[in-house]
């Protein structure tokens, strides 16, 4: 850890179109079901950005270098494992 002895970890879904909130894809569609998802997203950067802890972000399947989440304050990491409960264990083992 860089910065204290607290670590915020984020777990992130790549944004893409028909993978995101599929429950309420069901009834919204797929396209505003996204928007929804990118909005929440950056609400929760934004809720993020100024807290005086690490931060951890970990991708569903790949690192974006070049997306929103800065990569000066977000440490990136891909998540491992095949259901949550393994992907939460590596996470807190990382």
């Known amino acids: 850890m860089k910065n204290s002895d607290t670590l915020l970890l984020i777990f992130y879904r790549n944004p893409e179109w028909g993978k995101v909130k599929t429950r309420l894809a069901a009834t919204v569609g797929n396209e505003r079901a996204l928007d929804y998802y990118i909005r929440l997203a950056a609400h929760t950067r934004a809720v993020a950005l100024p807290l005086a802890c690490d931060k951890a972000l970990f991708y569903s399947h790949a690192i974006d270098e070049n997306d929103a989440w800065p990569n000066t304050v977000f440490q990136k ?18």
């Not at 990491?77 to 990382?94: E, P, R, Y």
């Open 77 to 94: 990491q891909v998540q491992t494992g095949d259901d949550l409960g393994a992907k939460m264990h590596q996470a807190f083992a990382w």
